[in-house]
């Protein structure tokens, strides 16, 4: 037990706390942080994650449902598609991420915004112990997007600086302009429809990477007995910049609803 005070366990969030899935979830950012995978700054994207959460009503959307379809598609079709891992990701879903990693054949890379050498291995030991083979982005060769500041230039010769798609969760804007500029396809999850990298993305899932990761996964498998011609066709249909409209859209009618006809939101009761 933890003593009065002290922050609790994830395993102490009272099953009955009407927000103990979403305070669970917290926990898995707050313990990332004491094992040096999630920066501090993660904590605040963390935050911003769950706002926009909030106000999509905590599920998977139609729209991300469309989006994670074409993104699955776009990740069967590359010659060499890369997923980007960052801290959040590492601490909220390394076995998921792993799974998704698996299926799609598309290999993880760490890529840090604040890259060190100790997040660097932690980073890489949380993906072995959630069973990981081979992690790109450690190490010595690495090479250097030019025309970014950050230490997310940093890039594995033999992944993101060969890839043809990058699924990267949790992005920042920057680096996913960059990463256009470089010629890659970019998928991104990101709940916030608003931000420069679902907009700048080739593919936005406005989701929660926690429900989304394992869905891509379920999608993966599901796609792969289509054709490739099917699968460009799935490709050819989304349209970004509809589907982001979309997610802004529901936002707005979710709120008129709500405005209108009283609040059912999880963990608060009807007033
Ligand atoms: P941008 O740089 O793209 O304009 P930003 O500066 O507003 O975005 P960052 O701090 O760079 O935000 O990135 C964090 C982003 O990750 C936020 O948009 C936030 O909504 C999103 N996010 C945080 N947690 C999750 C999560 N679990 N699942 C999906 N998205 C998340
Ligand atoms: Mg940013």
Redesign the pocket.
């Known amino acids: 037990m933890s003593k009065l005070g002290e922050e609790p366990i994830p395993s102490e969030v009272p099953e009955d706390h009407p927000r103990a899935h979403s305070l669970k979830i917290r926990h898995r950012i707050t313990d990332g942080l004491d094992k040096k995978i999630v920066a501090k700054?993660g904590l605040?994207?963390?935050g911003?994650?769950?706002a926009?959460?909030y106000l999509i009503g905590e599920i998977t959307t139609e729209p991300a449902k469309e989006a994670i379809e074409a993104a699955c598609s776009a990740l069967l079709l590359a010659k060499h598609p890369i997923i980007s891992v960052n801290g959040?990701v590492a601490a909220?879903t390394p076995h998921e991420i792993v799974e998704l990693s698996n299926v799609s054949e598309a290999k993880l890379e760490i890529n840090l915004f604040y890259r060190t050498k100790e997040r660097e291995d932690a980073l890489e030991k949380a993906l072995r112990v959630a069973g990981a083979k081979e992690i790109l982005g450690v190490g010595l060769k690495k090479i250097e997007i030019h025309d970014l500041s950050s230490k997310r230039r940093i890039i594995d010769p033999e992944g993101i600086a060969k890839a043809d798609v990058v699924l990267v969760?949790?992005?920042?804007?920057?680096r996913?302009e960059a990463l256009k500029r470089a010629g890659k396809k970019v998928i991104a999850?990101?709940?916030?429809p608003l931000?420069?990298?679902?907009q700048h993305a080739d593919i936005t899932i406005v989701?929660?990477?926690?429900r989304?990761i394992p869905l891509m996964k379920d999608e993966i498998i599901k796609l792969k007995s289509k054709s490739k011609k099917d699968l460009e066709l799935i490709l050819k249909k989304f349209d970004n910049k509809h589907n982001l409209s979309s997610m802004i859209e529901l936002i707005g009618t979710r709120f008129l609803d709500l405005a209108k006809k009283g609040i059912n939101i999880p963990g608060i009761k009807e007033l």
């Open positions: 700054a605040i994207a963390h911003r994650g769950e926009f959460d959040n909220l969760p949790l992005e920042d804007g920057d996913t999850i990101d709940l916030n931000s420069r990298t679902a989701d929660n990477l926690v989304c």
